[in-house]
């Protein structure tokens, strides 16, 4: 079957108010139509819908759906960003995708995540120390903004070595491009980063240290290396995909934890189970619930549906991770599952770099948190949580907890 991105019949729009309600029952039902669907996005692009774990799994391994926008015949409407944020991995495919990779791996070694380690176990004390005043003075507290929120900065700004006097300022435009008031914010945040990470590749070059922009500095291959614009954009991309990933799959994956008392009984009994409690957080509660988007080099097909060259793609993560063809109970939220084989960090060419770090960080963080605040509850009813709901993403805006041991919000 061939459907075409110009069809004259308006094109569903499943991203309204029902998604915004209870996006898995969204997913739920384009599921049981089908795995494939031509949709509009809320900005009115057509774009192709996948849904079903399998063909996701399967296009997201295959070569001919490119993440390249020179691919792109659609008129694809994402964010512009500098051409120097822009030449990183997640836009670049096959030889171009592989070179850059070589000589990232030559960086985002085991070595830096392990060294890491106490850095970030130092920083989770640090917040969990302000988080506990600001409950016993003011009843509660905001996770999202005290503890979620500034853990993975600090992290990213230890990996870059972001020199202490400008960690706040550092900080204060990623929020200002992460969670930005106006389009002219995210402007302004984004050309300052720029501006702040030639400056730091600068220092790197001229003074190295040991951290990882040194390293990606010095990786050579072959005799290549990579230039100028290729750091600061792999830097950027550090940035990006290190503060907010992280930062949402700990919110979420508290929230999911409180909401499950005999999961969380369980996992306060048995710490050594958190590894695998973060798998199945992976799965069940991560935030994005689409991967990057691809466009076709040719003709494919995908699910029985013939999908044109240069047409935009989008493979549903939040979908492929509740489908019940897949997954044993998938809508169950279960620490002891046994089939741990997510989507969540990507599959192929596109695996994630920072795995790694995301899981350390995350282990870490909701670890400490549950040891150091036995009583931990909500402190607002779970249906008063606000969230960011969009195509792309599902995450928490905030997240009031308290240690009061009166506290009855149960979601």
């Known amino acids: 079957m061939t459907q075409s991105t110009t069809a004259a019949a308006p094109l569903?729009?499943?991203?309204?108010?029902?998604?915004?309600?209870?996006?898995?029952?969204?997913?739920?039902?384009?599921?049981?139509?089908?795995?494939?669907?031509?949709?509009?996005?809320?900005?009115g692009s057509p774009v192709w819908l996948v849904t079903h774990e399998a063909d996701v799994r399967r296009a997201l391994a295959d070569t001919r759906l490119s993440v390249d926008k020179r691919y792109s015949g659609t008129g694809f409407k994402g964010f512009s960003l500098p051409p120097a944020l822009d030449a990183n991995l997640l836009n670049l495919d096959a030889d171009d995708h592989?070179?850059?990779?070589?000589?990232?791996?030559?960086?985002?070694?085991?070595?830096?995540?392990?060294?890491?380690?106490?850095r970030?176990?130092?920083?989770?004390?640090?917040?969990?120390?302000?988080?506990?005043?600001r409950i016993s003075t003011e009843g509660s507290a905001d996770v999202v903004a005290e503890f979620a929120k500034p853990l993975p900065l600090s992290v990213i700004g230890a990996l870059l070595a972001v020199p202490p006097a400008d960690q706040e300022r550092f900080g204060r435009w990623v929020s200002g491009m992460l969670t930005p008031a106006t389009r002219d914010e995210l402007v302004h945040a984004i050309d300052s980063i720029h501006q702040f990470l030639i400056s730091l590749v600068a220092q790197r070059r001229a003074a190295p240290g040991d951290d990882i922009l040194s390293d990606l500095i010095a990786a050579r291959d072959?005799?290549?290396?990579?230039?100028?614009?290729?750091l600061v954009s792999l830097a950027f991309l550090l940035l990006m995909a290190g503060s907010e990933n992280v930062q949402h799959l700990i919110s979420n994956g508290l929230l999911t934890l409180l909401a499950h008392p005999d999961q969380l009984a369980a996992l306060r009994a048995r710490p050594e189970l958190m590894p695998q409690a973060v798998e199945e957080l992976l799965r069940y509660a991560h935030p994005n619930h689409t991967a990057i988007r691809r466009f076709p080099t040719e003709t494919v097909e995908i699910g029985g549906v013939r999908i044109p060259a240069g047409d935009t793609v989008l493979f549903s993560l939040a979908a492929a991770h509740r489908d019940p063809t897949r997954y044993t109970a998938p809508h169950r939220f279960d620490i002891f599952r046994t089939d741990q084989a997510h989507l969540a960090l990507g599959h192929g060419l596109h695996y994630c770099l920072g795995a790694p770090l995301a899981r350390m960080q995350i282990a870490l963080a909701l670890g400490r948190l549950l040891h150091r605040l036995p009583h931990i509850s909500l402190a607002t009813p779970v249906e008063d949580l606000p969230w960011n709901t969009t195509f792309r993403f599902y995450a928490l805006q905030e997240l009031p907890i308290t240690t009061a041991e009166a506290a009855t919000f149960c979601p």
Do not use: C, M, W
Not at 222 to 230: F, I, K, M
């Open 12 to 43: 569903p729009q499943p991203f309204g108010s029902d998604f915004q309600a209870d996006p898995h029952a969204v997913y739920g039902r384009l599921r049981e139509q089908g795995s494939v669907h031509l949709v509009a996005l809320p900005d």
């Open 98 to 118: 592989l070179r850059l990779r070589r000589l990232v791996t030559q960086g985002f070694t085991p070595r830096h995540v392990k060294i890491l380690r106490p």
């Open 120 to 133: 970030i176990e130092a920083s989770v004390d640090v917040l969990l120390d302000q988080l506990e005043k």
């Open 222 to 230: 072959a005799g290549d290396r990579l230039s100028e614009n290729e």
